[in-house]
T-cell receptor, first 116, second 116 residues
Framework: IAGITQAPTSQILAAGRRMTLRCTQD?????MYWYRQDLGLGLRLIHYSNTAGTTGKGEVPDGYSVSRANTDDFPLTLASAVPSQTSVYFC???????????????FGPGTRLTVL | AQKITQTQPGMFVQEKEAVTLDCTYDTSDPSYGLFWYKQPSSGEMIFLIY??????QNATEGRYSLNFQKARKSANLVISASQLGDSAMYFCAMRVVGDTGNQFYFGTGTSLTVIP
């Protein structure tokens, strides 16, 4: 069982280019999330999806889009990358359907993106 | 408004000593969960410990314990008998159940260095 996988591991991208970060989970979690991590700012939520077919905006959604065609996949797209999008991107998932108190988030290994 | 605050950007502790990492939170929801994650230099996010808002006792997991003071809205992480491998970034997080499902909020993190 892999948990959550992200691809690519790292990428250097020219400004203005389009880029899709891939995220796949095999835990059948209903909820998935995208965060960016920047030094001194912690993790900030970009977009989330509580179930396949639905998405929502997080704290810093501008310049990013997501889709959730099925339970397992939650790609993040930068339509026209800018240098301020240089960051480490984490995908996460959780199962919010259970009544248990945990519902912790499981994180992927991250994608390090550099926009020049 | 939901908010997590970690006021210690960096902490140092002598090996084998105990250390407390501070976390305060703000929410008006009566039901919430509090999490601590560890992020070593390799970058992955590792779940450490969980405390539910209705839990009567402080959570413990091995050398980790959560000092939950509900009235003060604090959820400090205590690491006993520090080890060199504890050197990492530590994030406090809060989960609340919003109208659209689980929402997670992260603090800015505390960098812990264990000194031999």
């Amino acid at each position: 069982i892999a948990g959550i996988t992200q691809a690519p591991t790292s990428q250097i991208l020219a400004a203005g280019r389009r880029m899709t970060l891939r995220c796949t989970q095999d835990m059948r979690h209903n909820a998935m999330y995208w965060y960016r991590q920047d030094l001194g700012l912690g993790l900030r939520l970009i977009h989330y999806s509580n179930t396949a077919g639905t998405t929502g905006k997080g704290e810093v959604p501008d310049g990013y889009s997501v889709s959730r065609a099925n339970t397992d996949d939650f790609p993040l797209t930068l339509a026209s990358a800018v240098p301020s999008q240089t960051s480490v991107y984490f995908c996460a998932s959780s199962d919010s359907r259970t009544s248990g108190s945990y519902n912790e988030q499981f994180f992927g290994p991250g994608t390090r993106l550099t926009v020049l | 408004a939901q908010k997590i605050t970690q006021t210690q950007p960096g902490m140092f502790v002598q090996e084998k000593e105990a250390v407390t990492l501070d976390c305060t939170y703000d929410t008006s929801d009566p039901s919430y969960g509090l999490f601590w994650y560890k992020q070593p230099s390799s970058g992955e996010m590792i779940f450490l410990i969980y405390q539910g808002s209705y839990d009567q006792q402080n959570a413990t997991e091995g050398r980790y314990s959560l000092n939950f003071q509900k009235a003060r809205k604090s959820a400090n992480l205590v690491i006993s008998a520090s080890q060199l491998g504890d050197s990492a970034m530590y994030f406090c997080a809060m989960r609340v159940v919003g109208d659209t499902g689980n929402q997670f909020y992260f603090g800015t993190g505390t960098s812990l260095t264990v000194i031999p």
